[in-house]
């Protein structure tokens, strides 16, 4: 079974510049997240889709960063314009629970291998 | 405030011992997950291990078992008989229910871990 494919692998680009990460995640799972990994910490949550609704983006940049699901399996991270802040490691996963109202405490996250962002 | 603590940034082990590699957290909610992922240097945070805050017993899995000590709001990973392709970052997490409401998953900073030969 295939796991959560992301890409690119790397970008480089300058800052002002747009740029666009795609995920494509496991057959069947319902739910998808981006993460952003910053440089010797945690992944930290960006958005969370359950289908192609985005039910928690409390903490994607909304003035330069945007993301779909249309058909609610993969999807596309975009950043417009970059900044030399936004360097990181961007990591996609997906897991098969979701949905409104279920204590779903155990839900297991499967992550892609990312996408290594450098902004000049 | 921080919600998962993982106070080493780096650990050395040898080869086929055992090592034990520290996290605390900080929740009000009687409900919650905790998780270990490890992330080797390709990048991929891989699955390890589970904990539910009402399981009675800790939980295994393999050669990785989880110590919980809810009192003290710990849930260290122990690995036994360390291979070389354990080294890699490992990093605790935590969800506290419901997810609906905001109970994402929450990571610690992580602990490079080191198997020496």
């Known amino acids: 079974e295939a796991g959560v494919v992301q890409s690119p692998r790397y970008k480089i680009i300058e800052k002002k510049q747009p740029v666009a990460f795609w995920c494509n995640p496991i057959?069947?799972?319902?739910?998808l997240y981006w993460y952003r990994q910053n440089l010797g910490q945690g992944p930290e949550l960006l958005i969370r889709?359950?289908?192609?609704?985005?039910?928690?983006d409390s903490q994607l940049p909304k003035d330069r960063f945007s993301a779909e699901r249309l058909k609610g399996v993969d999807s596309t991270l975009k950043i417009q314009p970059a900044e030399l802040g936004d360097s990181a490691v961007y990591l996609c996963?997906?897991?098969?629970?979701?949905?409104?109202?279920?204590?779903?405490?155990?839900?297991?996250?499967?992550f892609g291998s990312g996408t290594q962002l450098s902004v000049l | 405030a921080q919600k998962i603590t993982q106070t080493q940034p780096g650990m050395f082990v040898q080869e086929k011992e055992a090592v034990t590699l520290d996290c605390t957290y900080d929740?009000?909610?009687?409900?919650?997950?905790l998780f270990w992922y490890k992330q080797p240097s390709s990048g991929e945070m891989i699955f390890l291990i589970y904990?539910?805050?009402?399981?009675?017993q800790n939980a295994t899995e393999g050669r990785y078992s989880l110590n919980f000590q809810k009192a003290r709001k710990s849930a260290n990973l122990v690995i036994s008989a360390s291979q070389l392709g354990d080294s890699a970052m490992y990093f605790c997490?935590?969800?506290?229910?419901?997810?609906?409401?905001?109970?994402?998953?929450?990571f610690g900073q992580g602990t490079e871990l080191s198997v020496k030969p």
């Open positions: 996963a997906s897991s098969a629970l979701g949905g409104i109202g279920l204590l779903a405490t155990n839900e297991k996250l499967f």
């Open positions: 057959s069947g799972h319902n739910t």
């Open positions: 889709y359950e289908n192609e609704e985005a039910v928690d």
């Open positions: 929740t009000s909610d009687p409900s919650y997950g």
């Open positions: 904990q539910g805050s009402y399981d009675q």
């Open positions: 997490a935590m969800r506290e229910a419901p997810y609906n409401q905001g109970g994402k998953l929450i």
